[in-house]
């Protein structure tokens, strides 16, 4: 029988391996990353015995620049996971967002779980997740994994996700125009090197110039040249290196998204008032 991968995914304590051992229970495996003395564990669900799941290093970005990015970052690449589930601290959403950005580059189905959502209810926040999934183009769930509610209802809706492929339509969260033109053309660049379901993950790892993805790709001379200038005309429009334009993009976007779909209502109050 085939085995179901899924790859769970978020920041340092966004309860990843508390929902780990809740929906596993005593089928884990543990052992170490290849090549680094990182803590590696899997384990079946124990509700659905042919889905496996892989608990990743807690991770804030998918750069290549800490050992625990560059094993969640390969893991999500070369074994190419059929699903990512995305664990997110609901009361730290808009950093945790900025890793979720990211994954939903991969060409991967990403499914979002916004853990601790009986804290946010005690802060007396809400969150928009109807808002949040529209926005950013996946499904989501609110739940709490320590108070056990919404588990089910999370392991579900991936199970569904996986199925009918949701969250990995063509629609994804768009950037300032003017970097979406450069990413477009390096993806035409890049069009025979590339699958399509993973140009975009590839064209902006290009742009912000990652080294291993250039090699790689193994790119031409002439295929570097030509995106060497897209990124350069890029520069000069926004003023800024475009690692930079990157990062700013995502941030204006996520401020955006919180700005619009959480309310923190003890401030709505007060400013009645
Ligand atoms: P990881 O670093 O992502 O693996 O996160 P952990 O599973 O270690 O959880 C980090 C901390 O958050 C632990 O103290 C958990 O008990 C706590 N935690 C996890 N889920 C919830 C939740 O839904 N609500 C609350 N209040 N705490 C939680
Ligand atoms: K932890
Ligand atoms: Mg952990």
Redesign the pocket.
């Known amino acids: 029988t085939t085995t179901l991968q899924i790859a769970l995914a978020?920041?340092?304590?966004?309860?990843?391996?508390?929902?780990f051992n809740e929906i596993t229970g005593t089928n884990q495996r543990v052992g170490n990353w290849p090549g680094v003395t990182i803590e590696k564990k899997s384990g079946k669900l124990t509700k659905y015995p042919n889905v496996e799941l892989q608990d990743l290093p807690?991770i804030y970005s998918l750069s290549p620049y800490s050992p625990e990015e560059l094993v969640a970052r390969n893991y999500l690449i070369d074994d190419a996971p059929d699903l990512i589930l995305n664990?997110i601290d609901g009361t730290n959403i808009e950093r945790n967002l900025y890793l979720t950005t990211q994954l939903l580059e991969l060409g991967v189905p990403v499914i979002i779980g916004i853990?601790?959502?009986?804290?946010v209810e005690k802060n007396k926040q809400t969150i928009d997740i109807k808002l949040l999934s529209e926005m950013l183009y996946a499904p989501i769930v609110g739940?709490?994994?320590?108070?056990k509610k919404n588990i089910d209802e999370l392991m579900k809706r991936s199970l569904h996700t996986h199925a009918t492929s949701e969250g990995q339509g063509q629609n994804h969260i768009r950037y300032d125009k003017r970097l979406e033109v450069a990413l477009e053309e390096i993806a035409d660049v890049i069009e025979a090197n590339t699958p399509e379901n993973r140009r975009r993950w590839f064209s902006i790892k290009l742009f912000e110039r990652d080294e291993e993805i250039r090699n790689e790709l193994h790119l031409t001379k002439e295929q570097q040249i030509e995106i060497n200038e897209i990124i350069a005309i890029t520069e000069k429009i926004f003023q800024t290196d475009s690692t930079s334009i990157m990062i700013n993009e995502r941030y204006d976007f996520i401020t955006r998204l919180v700005e619009k779909a959480v309310t923190n209502k003890s401030n709505f109050e007060l400013s009645l008032s």
């Open positions: 978020g920041n340092p304590n966004s309860g990843k391996t508390s929902l807690g664990l853990n601790m959502m009986d804290v739940l709490s994994v320590t108070k």
